[in-house]
């Protein structure tokens, strides 16, 4: 828990120094070209007494706080598929797009009518194993199931052992385990371990999926919203890096496939599953680029340039933990990865 709010002190306290920076007029150039944002869930805040995955939502009004920030700073709002010639339109405003990653059902109820608001284009990446029905989302599992429980028996690889959860430091030291353990072995492996367990406490990961994410025919009533776009997020949600060739392209065709069948179009955009360096590579971008995905995103923050290779872009992240109109623009500055990379 002190480790938590120690790292929640030191971004605060970095947002507020940009946002000081950023009001003084220095550090101009950190800003670049623009922005591409990630969210997540976009949903009315819901108190619940264990959150580990709280800085994945925003509310709708913040949402609506972010955008109408950005568009007094001057921002254009451009569609992900095509950032390609805007990034090379010189003499213009500063770009700024949105994607949400999973294709959770309140992107079409809470974030699609504040898009529409503001005619502002978003592509959501939907995964194929979410969209079917067939694979869990690990993190929703086990928030899920770690608020139920006072304790757990896992085996983590050196036979079963005891998790207690009695206090929510507890469940977020156990929650980090798990998140190692998902990270670190074959991730198939880990996942199903963790569904057994779920079922064995009396949670049902599909169910999960089917109650957060749209089905087939919820996207496609989505994009019936003609500022909507779909884009690739594989079949089964896993690290790329960490895959076959033969699997990379598997995730990647199968996801191609299923985006072509609700949209009638052929995908062009791609967001890397969790998108932080260790788990997308070169291989997986040389792979991404020959089936025709030409825009792939990360989770890396930073800001635009030109110079930047499509299959690698940065984005920005807007925290559920920073839900603020001035941190808006400080991140959309580009200040604090400066900052990062100087500091």
Do not use: C
């Not at 869930?41 to 949402?63: G, K, Q, S, Y």
């Not at 770009?95 to 959501?124: M, Q, W």
């Not at 963790?194 to 064995?200: F, G, H, K, P, Q």
Request: no cysteine; charged share 20%; net charge neutral.
């Amino acid at each position: 828990m002190l480790k938590r709010f120690v790292k929640s002190t030191l971004i605060t306290g970095g947002l507020e120094t940009a946002r000081i920076v950023k009001m003084a007029g220095l550090m101009k150039a950190a800003r670049g070209r623009g922005a591409i944002f990630t969210l997540h869930h976009v949903r009315p805040r819901r108190p619940r007494l264990f959150d580990p995955n709280a800085h994945l939502e925003i509310t709708p009004e913040f949402l609506d706080t972010a955008i109408s920030t950005l568009k007094a700073e001057g921002y254009r709002f451009v569609a992900l598929e095509n950032l390609p010639q805007e990034l090379t339109a010189e003499g213009r405003a500063p770009i700024a797009v949105f994607t949400l990653d999973d294709g959770y059902r309140n992107n079409i109820e809470h974030a699609a009518p504040v898009f529409s608001r503001y005619s502002v284009p978003f592509t959501v990446f939907a995964t194929r194993g979410f969209i079917e029905r067939t694979h869990g989302l690990w993190w929703e599992t086990l928030a899920d199931l770690m608020e139920a429980k006072n304790s757990l028996t896992f085996d983590f690889g050196a036979g079963p052992e005891t998790l207690p959860l009695d206090t929510a430091a507890r469940k977020h030291q156990a929650f980090g385990r798990f998140a190692d353990y998902v990270g670190t072995g074959d991730e198939a492996t880990a996942v199903a371990a963790i569904d057994v367990l779920a079922r064995a406490n009396g949670i049902e990961p599909l169910s999960i999926t089917e109650k957060l994410t749209l089905d087939e025919g919820g996207l496609k009533q989505l994009v019936d919203n003609s500022l909507a776009q779909l884009g690739v997020h594989t079949v089964s949600h896993r690290a790329l890096s960490r895959l076959s060739d033969e699997e990379v392209r598997a995730e990647l065709n199968r996801s191609i496939e299923i985006i072509e069948q609700i949209t009638g179009n052929r995908p062009t955009t791609l967001a890397y599953p969790y998108g932080f360096l260790s788990a997308v590579s070169a291989r997986d971008r040389q792979l991404a680029r020959a089936l025709g995905l030409t825009v792939a995103v990360t989770t890396q923050p930073g800001t635009l340039d030109a110079a930047q290779e499509l299959t690698a872009l940065p984005r920005i992240s807007l925290n559920g933990h920073f839900q603020k109109a001035a941190y808006v623009g400080a991140l959309a500055s580009g200040i604090p990865f400066r900052m990062m990379r100087t500091g």
